[in-house]
């Protein structure tokens, strides 16, 4: 007889353990194990009592072979489309995360009637909602009239079943895997188990029939019900949609994809219609720019193929705590404090008296290294109230020994940066000059220090950048 184990399975990861604790080893994450059954399929043990079954024979294929025509199929969202990559292809799975609320159901419902209205056949499974307020939601963005197949099921193999009948769908939305069950796993849905064995027969039917399906996945902090991680690694892509609660904005990020880039960013608007497309995401990130303040500073960056132009804002004050603030809003932590660091090491900055704050307007997250120059440019000129050329931008990348590194595609930032009417470039040349190079005042920048000292013999008089001691009042 074989004795079973319990099973604790981190509804965040999904790493198994086998007793409980506190904290998962695998992710870190406190309070996320639950005991779990297990499932036939995953980590069963032959010692079960049936033989082992002997293998069907397959057939090999070779690398060439006769593709099925059209493989793959815009969206007709244009933003959704420069995600994915072209288009969601036939046969594959894509799993769309996002924190409760940002707009998942609203993008995919659009999604869905933007392809039933050229007469593909998609179908919106909702196990969230019924029906009525899937129709409701249709209404409110005025595509009531798409022939979109809807249903509010939860079980997957009444699903496969149903789709697996007639015209194979060209798409398949499932809002969400964590409400998704089945019969053949006996824990709740939205457990670690009852996700990987819906997402994963819900992959196998993709493959089998063509259809290419979408999972929605919440994103989830208190490990309650299990997060997307569990089921990334199985699927074909993972566009993780994200935006700031008291932003309209949203942005659509890929950060898998088996058939095409990643990090490739769409840009939405939160409407009272829907989701709106964003088509320049520099005008829009730059719109409501406070032209004459110290304290910010406009950084070329790049999203994926995209270059895109965005506002940062600092604030340096002197602090009246023991342990001064360092709050950051769209940018890494620790890349300001090593900018930071870099600042007082390197260029006679005394900040340990301040806190500092650093916010990327419009809720957009910026990844680049790129952004140090204009990060420090932003905490300088906030600290000496010096306010920055407003036609001017800034990028490079900052180095521990307070030396200014190109960057890659400056051709692409400067051009944006023209197209948007800045007239000035502040950034480390690259050593090979590109050819093709608009026509900026180019302002060269090869030590953060030089940077520093610009921006202080432009400040006001009355509070400078150097002697803390006159802060100090
Ligand atoms: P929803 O798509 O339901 O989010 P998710 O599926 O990711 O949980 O969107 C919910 C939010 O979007 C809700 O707070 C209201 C807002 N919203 C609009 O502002 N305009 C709209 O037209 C719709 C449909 C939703
Ligand atoms: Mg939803």
Redesign the pocket.
Known sequence: MSRRNPTFLCQNCGASHSRWQGKCDGCGEWNTLAEEGQSAGIGARAAGGKPPRKGRLFALEPLTGAAPDAPRIASGIAELDRVTGGGFVRGSVLLMA??????????L?QAAAALARRGERAVYISGEEAVAQVRL?AE??GIAAAPVELAAETSVEDIVATLSEGRTPRLVIV?SIQTMWTDMVDSAPGTVTQVRSTAQMLIRFAKRSGAAVIL?G?VTKDGQIAGPRVVEHMVDAVMS?EGEGSHQFRILRSVKNRFGPTDEIGVFE??????REVANPSELFLSERDLGAAGTAVFAGIEGTRPVLVEIQALVAPSSLGTPRRAVVGWDQSRLSMVLAVLEAHCGIRLGGHDVYLNVAGGLRVHEPAADVAAAAALVSSLANSPLPADAVYFGEVSLSGAVRPVAQAAARLKEAQKLGFARAVFPEPSQKDASEPALAVEPVTTLAALVADIAARGRPGRGVHPPAEEAD
């Open positions: 996002g924190d409760p609320g940002i707009g998942k159901s609203t993008l419902t939601r409110r963005l809002d929605v919440h949609f939160m409407t009272g219609l829907g989701l």
